[in-house]
């Protein structure tokens, strides 16, 4: 089977293959946890997920620089279409004789051989083309060898009736565990996190309690606090916010990422590659595409605050955000950040997309056309659910994210679930004042999540009030009189905000869409309670949460 994933090549083929085939996976997992052999349950388990990424990474094309290096990379390509045409003629209709099935199996090992020693001189020349390769997955001591000091991973690997949970750090495998946490469970705390945007942030949430207990509780005595924490997903663990993940003291939660940095992996191999790029200078040219379907005036109003941070830069906003504009620019920026809706398309990850002005920019578009992003430090996506797709059953997390990845970016910011529009603005804001002041993105991540997280609708409401003077566009007033109306129903102002979200729904001719009509009727059949204008209104995991780093970090 691991045979059959190197002589794939379209991933459309591959994912879907490999995505049916992870039970002898996940039972030699079970097995190797059982005998306490922990480092071969883990290479196990790095076998059994279809590792998207580095497949499409390795196969769709080779990113050999210098021509002795072009002239190996041929070659190698050679060796395995001779591989897959003789394993193709050894299975071919109409059987072979013992013969016949000797000689090609003779031949196919001549040029797996070949293949190996192609791609040990290519490895010593390209260690980073080399990282990419999934023929030759790195074993354990590999993968530990490129961790940062004072970092360390946490890898999940689900089963139906069992998690596996690996704690890397720079020695080594630190700690292994076999949970009896059936993926039903996980899938129920999934349903529990999507329900949050229809409960306008009020949703249960108390359920990251138990992750944290399940998860991380039992690491505790093997980490320090304030380290760099990786986590990689596995299956429905893709959806959750981890990070969001806490235990009680006096005073309140304490969440995952108040205790450590964190950052989140498609798959362990891809940091030592991500470590092979250096991004780009500490400050640098800013690319901002924002509003192109002109129905988000607060992330135009976002794009155009931190390009102030930056003392300017390239603004596209509406209609000047086009595709075209968007593929020529990019590899001129240090950083790049997108203030759009985005979509994601469940049954073909790579088809998933950022809405533009004029075409949508599709995350294969990302993979092969947007190459030269080697100068890139950040890539930020504020459109929602950017870092999601569905992950197959063994799979990584195919996504926009991993496609700007891949594309040359080190580190991508990007969002697990539908963001609110004011709140993001907010948060990214203050995030860009803490990567322009030199902190890393992790630490600035968290410091804008906790500042979210303490403003009151008071504080909001002034920004709203401040936005308001800003804008001149009859209909942008009316998108900010809107929000201004949620902030107030946040803070239980409730007959004021449906008296002026009714005003501002009219001006934009809105007032009719069954989802505005609904939430000015849950308005005023909810039940009356003091209104609080020093209540933190984002507070909720739904607010703040859902952005998240994937990559370097």
């Known amino acids: 089977m691991d045979s059959l994933r190197g002589e794939m090549r379209r991933e459309e083929l591959k994912v879907p293959f490999l995505g049916t085939r992870t039970g002898p996976h996940e039972d030699l997992v079970r097995l190797l946890a059982r005998l306490g ?63 016949e099935r000797a000689d090609i199996l003779r031949k196919m090992a001549d040029r797996q051989e070949r293949e190996r020693k192609l791609w040990e001189e290519i490895k010593a020349k390209s260690p980073l083309w080399a990282a990419l390769q999934p023929v030759h997955p790195p074993r354990l001591e590999e993968i530990v060898s490129g961790l940062p000091q004072g970092s360390a991973v946490v890898e999940l690997f689900s089963s139906p009736r069992e ?29 529990l996190t999507r329900a949050w945007e229809g ?154 997309f950022l809405a533009l002005a004029d075409a949508p920019l599709r995350a294969h578009e990302v993979f092969y056309e947007m190459e030269d992003l080697q100068d890139c430090r950040l890539v ?66 968290h410091e804008a999540q906790q500042y979210l997280r303490g403003l009151t609708a008071e504080e909001v409401l002034r920004y709203c009030q401040e936005l308001e003077g800003q804008v001149h566009d009859e209909k942008e007033k009316a998108l900010v009189r809107w929000s201004r109306a949620q902030v107030r129903a946040l803070a239980w102002d409730f007959a004021q905000a449906r008296r002026e979200g009714k005003e501002a729904l009219q001006a934009l001719g809105l007032l009719d869409r069954p989802r505005f009509s609904a939430w000015l009727e849950n308005l005023a059949a909810a039940p009356m309670r003091p209104k609080d204008y020093g209540r933190r209104i984002y507070a909720h995991p739904y607010y703040w949460a859902g952005f998240i780093l994937v990559g370097r970090g």
């Not at 002795?68 to 059987?95: K, P, Q, T």
């Not at 569905?390 to 996504?399: F, I, K, N, Q, Y």
Request: aromatic share 8%.
């Open 37 to 99: 052999r922990w480092a071969e349950a883990f290479e196990a388990a790095q076998r059994g997920r279809a590792r998207g990424l580095l497949d499409l990474m390795a196969n769709q094309r080779l990113r050999l620089r210098g021509a002795d290096l072009e002239e190996l990379g041929r070659e190698l390509e050679e060796a395995r279409d001779a591989i897959a045409a003789l394993y193709r003629d050894l299975h071919r209709d109409g059987g072979r004789t013992p013969q």
């Open 199 to 352: 409960q306008m942030g009020s949703g249960v949430d108390v359920f990251l309690e138990e992750v944290y207990r399940w998860l991380f509780a039992p690491l505790l005595s093997s980490l320090k606090g304030g380290e760099r924490l990786y986590l990689v997903p596995h299956g429905p663990f893709h959806y959750l916010p981890l990070q969001a993940a806490y235990r009680k003291e006096e005073g309140g939660r304490v969440y995952l990422c108040d205790e450590f940095r964190v950052t989140f992996l498609p798959s362990s191999p891809v940091l030592g590659h991500l470590k092979t790029r250096t991004g780009g200078a500490p400050t640098g040219p800013l690319l901002a595409i924002a509003n192109p379907t002109g129905d988000l005036v607060h992330s135009a109003q976002e794009a155009r605050a931190i390009a102030s941070l930056f003392g300017g830069g390239r603004l596209l906003l509406g209609a000047e955000a086009t595709r075209d504009n968007v593929l020529a620019l990019a590899p001129r920026h240090t950083f790049l950040h997108f203030a759009c809706h985005s979509h994601v398309d469940v049954e073909n990850p790579m088809a998933s």
């Open 163 to 191: 998690v596996y949970v690996f704690l890397l750090t720079p020695e080594g495998l630190a700690r292994a565990l076999a949970l009896d946490l059936p993926r039903s469970t996980v899938v129920g705390w999934v349903a």
């Open 380 to 445: 930020a996506l504020s459109a929602c659910d950017s870092a999601t797709a569905r992950p197959h059953r063994a799979d990584e997390l195919m996504s926009l994210a991993t496609a700007f990845l891949y594309a040359g970016a080190p580190v991508v910011l990007s969002t697990q679930w539908p963001v609110d529009d004011l709140s993001t603005s907010l948060l990214m804001a203050r995030f860009y004042q803490g990567v322009l002041s030199g902190r890393e993105p992790a630490q600035a991540l």
